[in-house]
């Protein structure tokens, strides 16, 4: 699910300035204020615009600058919308300083909220938090205002990760919505409440807010929300695999962001349609709308948009085999992540951090798996490689990085087998010379699969070399010593155990005992310490094996890995 904190927008504007202003003078400012609020809300922003600029100059005029300030704070949320980043910022400031100049704290409380809700947008949760608390601060008298920054500190508090906070921030604000009467503002609070109720797979309680908060928008005319809510409605039906339901809103909702020329929240849209496609096997479509949104979040700049489509298309690579394709817009995801990280180190990406490393390391284990039963090794040689290779890394006191790093090495590092030839990768009988140095290629050839496809972490060291040998008696490169690449090196010897202790076609698997014993007498081969580790680990493993935990190696099965 995406976070909620991308899909609300900047807090709409209130009527607050509207009981200040002189009858007398204010007819003009203020029914062109109302006229721009009307077009608005009917999707004409062309309209809107011009009676919002129309409103501030005659406000300006006749020094009414209570409907001025307010005007261009609404006019900023508009700007905003059409990705009019820098006349929305500009907008809501001179809002601001016309408030505050004349000494309104109520509105310059609501120039604050609209403030802090594009820092929001634009991954500045800490600039947001102080924003708001200063608008709590100026405008907490008015329960008004006092609902809407609760509604905000808990989309805040969404964007963290922090639910529980989210969800009694969104309450708060409900209850204040209904003691001031505005039911926009409820209207608001149940959309929240949905998204957290959807974000806990709570789904019958995300249905009823939805419903909530779009039967008050459709009688109040509000489109956006409207159309927020049938996106947000949709993805709750994606997850309940009813994709009809799921196409036919999002469908809805984009028909309406499109009308609104609202570009950011199309983005959502394609992926939800995408999404739809892709599980509905309509893999065509399904790319044809995971690109759009991938393209229009780019444009925008919105990076957690574009991450997230991202790695939706990935997965539909993967379900189409296009693994390479599916890792490298993995690891574009992950560096649009990390530009993030630095940026606003308090937004929750941890979380979708995990997330896309966990598709990540579930594509390169389906391809690896793939691959095995392709070329007839027998299912689970990687698997086995992988945890024993991890539990070694943990030994040498590698970081949790480093550990991932492995684990996807040791799922791809014989990538390059799927080009030696059946029948010698399956010959019963001894290799020739001959056949042997064409298995000898494997690690060069794995790197050349995945020549244009980069990872977050090194793991084509680990393929190349995951064959050479500390005395400087392996291949490709005949590497020695600490040349090697200590990542390769724990490959390189777990790979070893594997081989001897599984079914080789042309002897059967040797008890661990045998296995260690002949691994003792090639104890140059490898780094002492890595032996060390190596000995450590598969005694842990046993351990965990014999008390039934988690950590145990699966048990061998026949494997054919002659290149170990
Ligand atoms: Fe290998
Ligand atoms: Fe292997």
Redesign the pocket.
């Known amino acids: 699910m995406p976070s909620p904190g991308e899909r609300v927008s900047a807090p709409p504007a209130q009527p607050a300035g509207a009981r200040r202003l002189p009858c007398t003078t204010a007819v003009r400012a203020a029914d062109l204020l109302r006229r721009a609020r009307e077009h608005e809300r009917a999707g004409c922003t062309l309209e809107a615009l011009g009676c919002y600029r129309d409103a501030i100059a005659e406000a300006g005029r006749t020094a009414e600058w209570a409907i001025e300030a307010e005007a261009l704070r609404r006019l900023a949320v508009l700007h905003h919308h059409r990705s009019a980043h820098a006349e929305a910022r500009e907008a809501c400031e001179r809002s601001f300083e016309i408030a505050t100049l004349n000494g309104d704290r109520i509105l310059a409380a609501e120039a604050l909220n609209v403030r802090a809700g594009f820092a929001i947008e634009h991954g500045d949760i800490e600039g947001a938090r102080a924003t708001f608390l200063q608008a709590l601060e100026l405008g907490g008298a008015s329960a008004e205002i006092r609902a809407r920054i609760e509604q905000n500190l808990g989309v805040l508090a969404n964007v963290r990760g922090l639910l529980d906070e989210a969800l009694a921030h969104y309450e708060r604000a409900l209850e204040a919505c209904r003691l001031a009467g505005n039911e926009h503002g409820c209207a608001l609070a149940y959309h929240n409440l949905g998204m957290i109720s959807a974000d806990r797979e709570m789904w019958d309680a995300a249905d009823r807010h939805y419903d909530e908060s779009q039967a008050i928008a459709e009688r109040l005319g509000d489109l956006h929300l409207t159309a927020l809510c049938h996106l947000n409605h949709a993805e709750v039906y994606v997850a309940r695999q009813q994709y009809d339901e799921a196409k036919r809103r999002a469908e809805a909702a984009l028909a309406i962001f499109d009308q609104l020329g609202a570009q950011l929240d199309k983005t959502d849209a394609y992926r939800v349609i995408g999404v739809v496609y892709r599980e509905t096997g309509r893999p065509a479509l399904a790319e044809s709308r995971l690109r759009s949104s991938i393209d229009l979040a780019s444009a925008n700049g919105m990076v957690l948009c574009q991450a997230e489509s991202s790695r939706e298309l990935a997965l539909l690579y993967q379900q189409l085999s296009r693994n390479q394709e599916a890792l490298s817009l993995l690891n574009a995801a992950h560096g649009l992540f990390s530009g993030l990280d630095a940026r606003a180190d308090l937004v929750d990406v941890g979380r979708k951090v995990a997330q896309l490393e966990a598709t990540f390391l579930a594509v390169v284990r389906e391809w690896g798996q793939s691959i095995e039963s392709s070329d007839s090794y027998t299912f689970g ?1 990687c698997e086995r ?1 992988a945890t024993y290779a991890a539990a070694v890394a943990r030994g040498l006191g590698l970081d949790d990085a480093q550990v991932t790093t492995v684990r996807l090495g040791a799922y791809l ?2 990538v390059g087998k799927i080009r030696v030839p059946h029948e010698i990768l399956n010959k019963p009988g001894r290799l020739t010379d001959d056949e042997f140095d064409v298995i000898k290629l494997h690690p060069v050839w794995g790197i050349d699969l995945l020549e244009g496809v980069e990872f977050p972490w090194d793991i084509k060291p680990i393929i190349r070399w995951h064959h050479e040998k500390y005395d400087g008696t392996g291949y490709p490169d005949r590497l020695r010593g600490d040349e090697i690449p200590l990542h390769a090196m724990i490959i390189g010897i777990v ?1 070893v155990y594997d081989a001897l202790t599984t079914t080789r076609s042309y002897r059967p698997a040797m008890s661990q005992e045998t296995a260690l014993a002949q691994m003792e007498q090639c104890r140059g081969w490898w780094r002492p310490d890595v032996y060390a580790a190596f000995r450590l680990a598969l005694h842990a493993l046993e351990r965990a094996a014999a008390s039934g935990a988690d950590a145990a190696a699966p048990p061998p099965a026949a494997v054919r ?1 002659r ?2």
């Open positions: 040689h490689v590092h014989d790979d890995d290149a170990a």
